[in-house]
């Protein structure tokens, strides 16, 4: 039916049809091009996270709260909606370790997550597989298998990101403790996918970015955890951030809140807006 009615036009009016369809081309291909297409695999260069072409990233998202008590909202409904709504460009698939999590029912919370996983690829956009623990390392065969599973199943995607341990707890140590434990799920992880983002948690509940600087990991894509909650965390956070910049090491903020750090308490804007000033300024995820 295009075709006859193309036909049928004057020679004036095809051309006008012609350069129409040249002009509106550009903008149909821009639309389409999803977060991962402009960005491709990410790998980190000193304190930057960088794309696959050399430009600067900055992802901005959301994080889902415990799988096990949330996990109506591990769907591709809610990606989409985070997606098309608020513009998601990276998504944080909290799976819940102990408290009923993945310890007890490992089936039920790694469908939960790759159903996230599964539809954020769909989406074109990043999505993070976060071990939500606190005490992660005194189980590490359990995390190994998990990852190796992950890494095994979505290694090929660039769209995927590996949060090995979400908050160490502020009384264990990071070169006993924490930094073992990464080194051993790290190479689990890269038996199956040599080269995805890996995000490592700090002591302190992903707050000692610094103590991670001084003795990082050898691998050349692990990121360090930051985590904030904008009414209890201010300039002394932020100057621990900056002297593990200066370091070189990349920081990735996987988690934040606008309020206090119980999760509860007022909503401080203009403490959150300092924060995300900060961000920008250092070009951090």
């Known amino acids: 039916m295009l075709k006859l009615m193309y036909r049928n036009l004057s020679c004036s009016h095809r051309k006008i049809v012609l350069l129409i369809l040249l002009l509106l081309t550009p903008f149909v291909f821009f639309a389409q091009k999803t977060i991962v297409e402009k960005y491709g695999q990410l790998r980190v260069k000193g304190s930057y996270l960088m794309s696959q072409y050399g430009d600067t990233v900055q992802l901005r998202g959301m994080s889902y709260f415990w799988s096990q008590w949330m996990g109506q909202y591990y769907n591709a409904g809610t990606v989409k909606w985070l997606v098309e709504d608020w513009k998601c460009t990276v998504l944080r698939a909290a799976m819940g370790v102990e408290h009923g999590g993945y310890e007890e029912q490992p089936y039920e919370q790694k469908k939960n997550v790759m159903r996230v996983v599964d539809a954020c690829i769909n989406a074109g956009i990043y999505v993070i597989i976060d071990y939500h623990s606190h005490i992660a390392h005194t189980n590490v065969a359990q995390a190994k298998k998990f990852f190796s599973e992950m890494a095994q199943k979505y290694g090929n995607y660039p769209n995927v990101l590996y949060e090995i341990y979400n908050e160490p707890l502020d009384d264990i140590s990071w070169s006993k403790h924490i930094k073992p434990y990464a080194e051993e799920v790290i ?62 090491v990349c920081i990735f903020v996987s988690e934040f809140g606008t309020c206090e750090y119980t999760g509860s308490g007022k909503l401080d804007k203009e403490a959150t807006q300092q924060w995300w000033d900060f961000l920008d300024k250092h070009k951090l995820n």
């Open 187 to 248: 190479s689990a992880i890269r038996q199956h996918d040599p080269d995805n983002i890996v995000i490592c948690g700090t002591r302190r509940w992903s707050q000692l970015v610094y103590e991670a600087a001084l003795n990082p990991i050898k691998d050349s894509n692990t990121v360090y955890a930051l985590h904030f909650y904008a009414a209890s965390h201010g300039q002394t956070l932020r100057d621990e951030a900056l002297r593990a910049i200066k370091m070189g």
